[in-house]
């Protein structure tokens, strides 16, 4: 057995990557890193009809939209391969086969019409569905009879009756009664194997030494330690992380908005401040700082700070931390990733010639920005050819008289300038104070909404030096007419 930590993170293929698997991967991504040890990649696709080559694509493709690296995988190989599920059913198979031989499985007859028929009785009678074991009693000419019927035959575990205890790094000891558990499928008729089962063939074969996932995979644990005990392999180490909540505390759904990495990428988050966002849900670090490179997390990881209570997924916190990570940006780099929803947005492509104007726009915007799919509301204004006024801004310029001779004044100091720069601009401003006597919030008011339609944007010398001097008195000349 390898000595070295060695975690896997193994979704299916079946959508695309969701925020709560990619919070999963994250983990144990950190740990690999922090310890040295190794991060596998394993695709678990047994379910034919739902599993995709798209999906899996999608999620290689998110996996490495957040930088995670994976030592070993279906693309990069490795000693332990392969690592799809569906290339490994030989390997199923022949360890099905060894637990039957051993007396740990049976094959069972039961058809889904029947479990289920028992099922719905159990309930009835208020009892705790369970199976009832009567495959493991056939004799051997019942089950002659069985498959001359052309009955195919599922592979049943057979669950000892003894209490289940193991330690979990992050939730302590767990025990479980034998009366919760019953015999389960192992390999079904169709020769497809059950998670549970196929996920502890391949982890020890695949030496995983910490197993770390979600704690709604809690109640599977106790039927993985009894199957590997059947074969009498050592145990991983156990790491239920909590789950992701919403803010009305129920399982994190499309109703609270997305839930898959894609869309995230999509908005115009960041892969760093997405590492950082997830992995502060049900992790913290003991200095109590929020903003975590990846470098410190790497070094700060331990299971000790993981948290047994649910971790609820606040988009408001998600959106100051993003905008924290997009205003440390480099502002060449941020115009470079703003570009492509300018251009998605239909606006004039500006990263030839125009380049250094652009970079001054999203300068003067950048600290308003959540997430970069917002540059093109941000900029609307830059690249309009007449402003749009809407009532309520109207109404806050009407609340002064001092309008009408601040437009008046600006448009004849204005003449008396060839370039409209941001110092000329605050020269100008002094004169026009000087001139009519209006000054602060009834000067500058007036002015922003002339030119952008809004009571509040960025620093407006900036804004009118990009205008320039023909459209500043193009849309002053315009209000006043």
């Not at 125009?354 to 204004?381: N, P």
């Amino acid at each position: 057995m390898n000595s070295s930590p060695r975690v896997r993170f193994a979704p299916s293929p079946t959508g695309h990557l969701h925020i709560g698997n990619a919070r999963t991967a994250i983990l144990n991504w950190l740990f690999a890193r922090h310890s040295g040890g190794t991060f596998i990649l394993r695709i678990e696709d047994t379910d034919l009809e739902r599993s995709t080559k798209e999906s899996e694509a999608s999620i290689f493709q998110d996996l490495r939209w957040l930088g995670l690296d994976w030592d070993e995988g279906p693309d990069a190989g490795g000693a332990f391969g392969p690592y799809r599920q569906s290339e490994r059913l030989a390997i199923y198979h022949q360890h099905g086969q060894q637990l039957i031989a051993s007396g740990h499985a049976y094959y069972c007859y039961c058809t889904p019409a029947e479990l289920e028929a028992r099922r719905e009785a159990a309930l009835k009678a208020g009892q705790t569905p369970h199976y009832d074991g009567r495959c493991k009693k056939l004799s051997p000419e019942a089950r002659a009879a069985k498959e001359q019927a052309g009955i195919k035959p599922g592979v049943r575990f057979a669950m000892p009756e003894k209490n289940i205890t193991f330690k979990d790094l992050a939730k302590g000891e767990i025990a479980f009664p034998p009366e919760a558990l019953g015999d389960f499928v192992i390999l079904r008729s169709d020769g497809a194997p059950t998670y549970n089962y196929a996920a502890v063939v391949d982890d020890h074969l695949m030496q995983i030494t910490h197993v770390i996932r979600g704690d709604d995979h809690v109640v599977n644990t106790p039927k993985q330690i009894m199957i590997y005990e059947a074969f009498g392999w050592p145990l991983p180490q156990f790491c239920h992380i909590p789950l992701i909540l919403g803010p009305d505390r129920e399982r994190l759904s499309k109703r609270h908005g997305a839930t898959s990495v894609d869309e995230y990428a999509s908005k115009g988050y960041l892969p760093d401040a997405l590492i950082n966002f997830l992995s502060l849900l049900g992790w913290s670090s003991v200095s109590g700082e929020e903003i975590l490179s990846r470098e410190r997390l790497i070094e700060e990881f331990s299971f000790e700070r993981l948290s047994n209570a649910a971790a609820i997924f606040d988009v408001v916190k998600l959106n100051w931390m993003n905008g924290v990570y997009i205003r440390n940006m480099n502002l060449d780099e941020l115009t470079a990733a703003c570009l492509p929803y300018l251009q998605k947005a239909g606006f004039p492509d500006m990263s030839g010639p125009d380049h250094e104007t652009l970079e001054k726009m999203v300068g003067l915007v950048r600290d308003g920005l959540e997430y970069l799919s917002q540059i093109a509301e941000k900029l609307e204004f830059f690249f309009a050819d007449e402003v749009h006024i809407t009532d309520g801004v109207a109404m806050g310029m009407s609340q002064t008289d001092a309008a009408e001779k601040v437009y008046w004044s600006f448009l004849r100091q204005l003449d008396k300038y060839d370039r409209l720069t941001a110092e000329v601009f605050r020269q100008l401003i002094k004169t026009i104070t000087k001139e009519t006597g209006v000054m602060g919030r009834d000067l500058w008011m007036p002015i922003r909404i002339a030119l952008t339609g809004q009571m509040h944007g960025p620093d407006l010398p900036m804004v009118v030096e990009i205008f320039g001097k023909e459209k500043c008195r193009k849309f002053v000349q315009r209000l006043v007419e």
